[in-house]
């Protein structure tokens, strides 16, 4: 009797003692049984060091080619239901003047007035959608990235009023039944909910490039940090003639595109 | 006081029992639109906002236009709103529940209602505009009660009554300020991107508040045989056609602008709206009924020989108001958003779901302000006897 009451003190007490263990290890950081991977490239975060782009060379862009939306969509569970009105997209083709409707529209090319151009989150620098979010649901990043809290937004839509690129979608019903081929490394959304590109932070985190740029044929897709001279993306844009959507309005988008 | 709105004739039950079963239809619509998501409604990617966030503008309009009896009674001392500025008071009070209740009512996830308040984000309008129309709620509430109160134990009001009265005053031009940069402070949303949208919401909105003021006292003096005075309608039916006036100055300055500039993003969503677009002319017909009968209703409210005549008076009242309710709120909502970021349009047609929704939100309001003008009827016949 004595001792089964014994016996069950020093288990408890074992328990306890690892239970110990277990939290302490949580206060320093080097002995944490589980580590959170800090952000890409081993970088830490400061605010505004780094400011990820995208350049879009259309002229090597194929023309039936939608690759890379395709992969996009598969890798962030993004919701096909089939139908204009509840549509969501991260990343789409529309016509020229569609993407570029204040640009120069006169007596352009057959070529370049036929071509469908690449749409996406800009990742503006100066943001009007998380200005007008009142919940901070949608906010910058220290990288640049505007990002979607999708466990905060309230579902109000002034982002999508506020987005001068027809950016975002609106979860206007279950996004879960129109997932046709579900990924485990990207959660699903909820109804209710807004969403949008997010520059693939969910694998800079884990030191890999965006789905698109990895996923095109082409290579025409360049990411990188518009920050820093020396990258890729700096140098293709030093030489080359560039342009950004609606650069009149001064939200500073971080997708340049060639044409 | 309160008991004051459970004694009624037979019509008034009616009426009341009437307003409840079409909150009951409205209830059961939201209820399919909770469970089922937004889809319900005729909203989609491109018209994002639609019958809601036009009503939830159309109504902080009217709650505002309070401000045009309350300011000359308080300020300037126009004894013939006596009767009138605490209708005046309670029409601000359900329109602005109203409003509230058309924001909720278009929200994707409602039970996060309170996340405005945990976060505060002072740089996002919709902050804003809560805390703005909650005080102004409350202000107009406590102030009108407390003044209807004294008024039947034939006391003075509390003190601390006026001071919240004139305080009211700004925050009425505020409220509907903050409305307008809602919508004016977004880049390419050309239709909204004006700084005379605030100017115009408040110039409409006195119109048509004031309009719906004239509506509710000649209803009232139906029913009730409680009359506010020929004086009171009389001066705010002035009052109105000049507000209306403004309104389609505004109106016409921003056809100048658009058309004679010639800016393409600056002309197509009017182009839209009045002309149509590309073959795509859904609300052409409803902008021009909008327009005309606009400005003929307010050509009737400043002839004296038809505004003195009941019936004209009650048509022209009736043509405005809704001549500006499609004005503000359908044309204005979804004229911004055709064409779309993309340049495409897109139509929309608000479904049966959305239609009951709106029809609920509007008994509740409708029914608030029944109990509070039953309970203000009762208390002035009785010091009049």
């Not at chain 2, 309009?61 to 126009?78: C, N």
């Not at chain 2, 509907?176 to 005379?196: C, D, E, N, Q, S």
């Not at chain 2, 590309?278 to 002839?303: H, T, Y």
């Not at chain 2, 064409?339 to 959305?354: F, K, R």
């Amino acid at each position: 009797m004595m001792n089964e009451q014994r016996r069950e003190f020093i288990k408890k007490t074992a328990l306890g003692v690892f239970a110990g263990f277990g939290v302490a290890s949580g206060l320093v950081p080097a002995f944490s049984l589980e580590k959170t991977v800090l952000p890409a490239w081993d970088e830490k975060p400061v605010p505004g060091k780094i400011r990820w782009g995208m350049l879009i060379d259309m002229r090597k862009c194929k023309e039936d080619c939608q690759q890379c939306a395709a992969v996009c969509h598969h890798v962030h569970n993004v919701p096909d239901f089939r139908n204009k009105k509840d549509e969501v997209k991260w990343m789409w083709k529309n016509p020229y003047q569609n993407v570029f409707p204040t640009a120069s529209q006169q007596f352009v090319s057959k070529e370049i007035k036929d071509r469908s151009c690449l749409a996406l989150c800009n990742h503006c620098a100066e943001s009007p959608c998380t200005k007008a979010c009142p919940t901070e649901a949608t906010f910058k990043r220290w990288d640049g990235i505007v990002a979607m809290d999708y466990h905060r937004c309230i579902g109000c839509r002034f982002c999508m009023a506020a987005c001068p690129y027809g950016s975002r979608s609106f979860n206007w019903q279950d996004p879960r039944m129109a997932i046709h081929d579900p990924v485990t490394t990207y959660p699903t959304r909820e109804q209710g909910v807004v969403e949008k590109c997010n520059f693939c932070s969910d694998r800079l985190v884990k030191g890999q490039r965006p789905a698109c740029t990895e996923a095109c044929p082409e290579q025409a897709l360049t990411f990188g940090d518009l920050n820093d001279p020396a990258s890729d993306i700096r140098q293709l844009l030093e030489t080359n003639a560039t342009m950004q959507r609606k650069p009149e309005l001064g939200t500073k988008p971080s997708v340049f595109y060639i044409i | 006081m309160i008991e004051k709105a459970l004694k009624g004739n037979r019509s008034y039950w009616i009426w009341i029992a009437f307003l409840i079963a079409v909150i009951g239809i409205g209830l059961s619509a939201y209820n399919q639109q909770r469970w089922f998501g937004l889809t319900v409604t005729g909203m989609g990617r491109d018209i994002s906002w639609g019958l809601y966030i036009a009503q939830f503008t159309f109504l902080v309009g009217v709650a505002a236009s309070a401000v045009m009896v309350v300011l000359p009674y308080y300020l300037h001392h126009q004894k013939e709103f006596a009767k009138t500025v605490i209708i005046g008071e309670f029409m601000a009070v359900s329109a602005t529940l109203m409003s509230m209740l058309f924001i909720l009512a278009d929200m994707g996830r409602p039970d996060r209602l309170l996340n405005i308040m945990l976060y505060p984000s002072p740089h996002s309008m919709v902050f804003w505009d809560l805390m703005v129309l909650s005080g102004y709620l409350v202000m107009n509430l406590v102030s009108s009660w407390a003044m209807l109160g004294a008024e039947r134990k034939g006391a003075q009001p509390p003190a601390w009554v006026k001071p919240l009265v004139y305080l009211s005053i700004p925050w009425a031009f505020s409220v509907h300020t903050v409305t307008a940069f809602l919508y004016a402070g977004m880049p390419g949303r050309h239709l909204w991107l004006t700084a005379v949208l605030a100017p115009r919401f408040l110039a409409s909105a006195f119109a048509a508040g004031t309009a719906l003021l004239i509506l509710v006292s000649l209803i009232l003096k139906r029913t009730t045989g409680f009359d506010t005075g020929k004086e009171a309608r009389a001066k705010l039916t002035v009052l109105a056609a000049y507000a209306g006036l403004a309104n389609i100055f505004f109106l016409g300055t921003e056809f100048f602008t658009a058309f004679y500039s010639n800016v393409p993003a600056y002309k197509e969503s009017l182009q839209y709206l009045f002309f149509g677009l590309d073959g795509n002319c859904q609300f052409v017909p409803l902008m021009w009924f909008s327009l005309i009968s606009g400005v003929a209703s307010i050509g009737v409210l400043l002839v004296p020989k038809l505004r003195n005549s009941t019936k004209w008076l009650v048509g022209a009242c009736s043509a405005l108001v809704l001549s500006i309710w499609i004005d503000k709120g359908v044309g204005l909502i979804l004229g911004g958003f055709v064409p779309s970021p993309l340049q495409e349009i897109v139509e929309y047609t608000p479904t049966t779901t959305e239609i009951c929704v709106t029809l609920g939100i509007w008994s509740i309001g409708i029914l608030l302000l029944t109990l509070l003008l039953k309970v203000f009827v009762a208390v002035k016949m009785a010091n009049e006897q």
